[in-house]
C-alpha cells in the first residue's frame, strides 16, 4: 500500500459569507509532488494554510504525517517546511546571515548548522551570493535562498505556495530540477500554481477552482480524458469564426493560439471533428492532442456557463 503524507476529508474554511474553501479531499503520496493548480482566489493558499497547521478548518479531516491538524501542529513544525508567495526573508541581510538565522529558529545543533548551511549553499548554488544581501539579487537567486532556508532543516514535507511567481521561464525551469532533485531523496512536496508549465510537471495535480477541487489525478490522465475532443482550425475569419463557436452549447472554449484557434467540445459531443468541418467550411481542421490548459477549462466549464 502507498503512504500517504497529507490526507484531509471534508475540509473546509470560511471567511464569513464566502466559502474559500469547500468540502476538499487529498490524498497525497509520500515522496511525490502534488500540485494544486487554480487562479487567483480559488483557495490554493487557504488550504494550504490549513494543511500547515496555521490556520483552523471551519470543517474537516486532516492528518499530516500521520499527525492530527490543527491539534497536533506544533509537533510537525520540524518536520516541515513552508515557503509563502510573498517573499519572507530579511532582504537587508545576506544569504549567510539568513541562513544562520533560520537555522538557530530551527533548533538545529551548533555543531551541525555550519556543515548544514554549506551544503545547502551548494545545493542550490548560492555559494557565490553567500555574501550578497538579498535585496540586490534578482528574483530567481531570492527564491534560491527561500527554498535553502525552508530546506535548511532537512523537512520531509515541503508547502510551496506559488514559489516562482516572480521568476522567469529559465529560472523557474532550474527551479523545479531542484524540487525533482528533493523528491527523489524521499521529500514530499505540495505546490501551488496558476502556470500550466509547473502543473504538467507534478506527479498529480488537484485543479481548484473556487474552494472547490474539480479535477484530481495525474496531468498526462487528466490530459488523456480529453482526447478527441480539441480541434484546431487554421485559415482565414478565426474572430468571426470563434464568436460563432463561443455562442454553441456543444463548445466548451474557444481561443485563439498565433494563427490557429482551438476549440475544446464538450463531453457529450460525438464526432467534433466533423461538427466543427460543417461550421468551418473555408478553413482546415484537425484533432489536437489535449494541454493541461484544454483540461483546466474542462474542468472549470460548469461555473462559466
Ligand atoms: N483572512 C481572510 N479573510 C477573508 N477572506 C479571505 C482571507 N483569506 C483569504 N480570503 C479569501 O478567500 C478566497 C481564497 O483565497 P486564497 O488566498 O486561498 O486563494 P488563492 O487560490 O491562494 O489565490 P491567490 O493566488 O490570489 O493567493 C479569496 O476570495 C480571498 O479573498
Same mark, same amino acid.
Request: aromatic share 6%.
Given at each position: 500500500m502507498t503512504e500517504l503524507a497529507i490526507t484531509a476529508r471534508g475540509l473546509t474554511r470560511r471567511f464569513g459569507e464566502l466559502t474559500a474553501v469547500d468540502h476538499i479531499d487529498l490524498s497525497v503520496e509520500k515522496g511525490r509532488i502534488f500540485g494544486f493548480l487554480?487562479?487567483?482566489?480559488?483557495?490554493?493558499?487557504?488550504?494550504?494554510?490549513?494543511?500547515?497547521?496555521?490556520?483552523?478548518?471551519?470543517?474537516?479531516?486532516?492528518?499530516?504525517?500521520?499527525?492530527?491538524?490543527?491539534?497536533?501542529?506544533?509537533?510537525?513544525?520540524?518536520?516541515?517546511?513552508?515557503?509563502?508567495?510573498? %517573499?519572507?526573508?530579511y532582504t537587508d541581510l545576506t544569504?549567510?546571515?539568513?541562513?544562520? %538565522?533560520?537555522?538557530?529558529?530551527?533548533?538545529?545543533?551548533?555543531g551541525q548548522r555550519r556543515q548544514r548551511i554549506d551544503e545547502v549553499l551548494q545545493q542550490f548554488g548560492l555559494t557565490e551570493l553567500r555574501d550578497r544581501q538579498l535585496h540586490a539579487m534578482s528574483g530567481g537567486q531570492r527564491q534560491r535562498v527561500a527554498l535553502a532556508v525552508a530546506t535548511l532543516h532537512r523537512p520531509t514535507l515541503l508547502f510551496?505556495?506559488?514559489?516562482?511567481?516572480?521568476?522567469?521561464?529559465?529560472?523557474?525551469?532550474? %527551479?523545479?530540477?531542484?524540487? %525533482?532533485?528533493?523528491?527523489e531523496a524521499g521529500t514530499t512536496i505540495l505546490v501551488s500554481t496558476h502556470?500550466?508549465?509547473?502543473?504538467?510537471?507534478?506527479?498529480?495535480?488537484?485543479?481548484?477552482?473556487?474552494?472547490?477541487?474539480?479535477?484530481?489525478?495525474?496531468p498526462q490522465a487528466l490530459m488523456a480524458a480529453l482526447e478527441g475532443r480539441v480541434v484546431e482550425v487554421s485559415g482565414s475569419?478565426?474572430?468571426?469564426?470563434?464568436?460563432?463557436?463561443?455562442?454553441?452549447?456543444?463548445?466548451?472554449?474557444?481561443?485563439?493560439?498565433?494563427?490557429r484557434l482551438r476549440v475544446l467540445f464538450d463531453e457529450e459531443t460525438t464526432a467534433p471533428l466533423d461538427r466543427l468541418q460543417a461550421a468551418a467550411q473555408h478553413q482546415t481542421c484537425q484533432l489536437a492532442r489535449p494541454n493541461l490548459e484544454d483540461v483546466f477549462m474542462a474542468a472549470t466549464a460548469g461555473e462559466r456557463r
Open positions: 487554480g487562479p487567483n482566489g480559488s483557495g490554493k493558499t487557504t488550504a494550504i494554510r490549513m494543511l500547515c497547521g496555521l490556520l483552523t478548518p471551519s470543517e474537516g479531516e486532516v492528518a499530516v504525517l500521520g499527525r492530527s491538524i490543527p491539534a497536533e501542529a506544533e509537533k510537525l513544525r520540524l518536520e516541515i517546511g513552508y515557503m509563502t508567495q510573498k %517573499f519572507s526573508l544569504t549567510l546571515e539568513n541562513l544562520r %538565522f533560520m537555522a538557530r529558529v530551527y533548533g538545529l545543533a551548533h510551496l505556495d506559488e514559489p516562482t511567481s516572480a521568476v522567469d521561464p529559465q529560472n523557474r525551469r532550474d %527551479f523545479w530540477e531542484k524540487l %525533482f532533485d528533493l523528491s502556470y500550466m508549465d509547473e502543473a504538467e510537471r507534478c506527479h498529480r495535480l488537484a485543479i481548484l477552482e473556487r474552494g472547490k477541487v474539480r479535477r484530481d489525478d495525474s475569419g478565426l474572430r468571426a469564426l470563434r464568436e460563432q463557436l463561443m455562442a454553441r452549447p456543444d463548445v466548451v472554449s474557444a481561443a485563439q493560439q498565433g494563427s
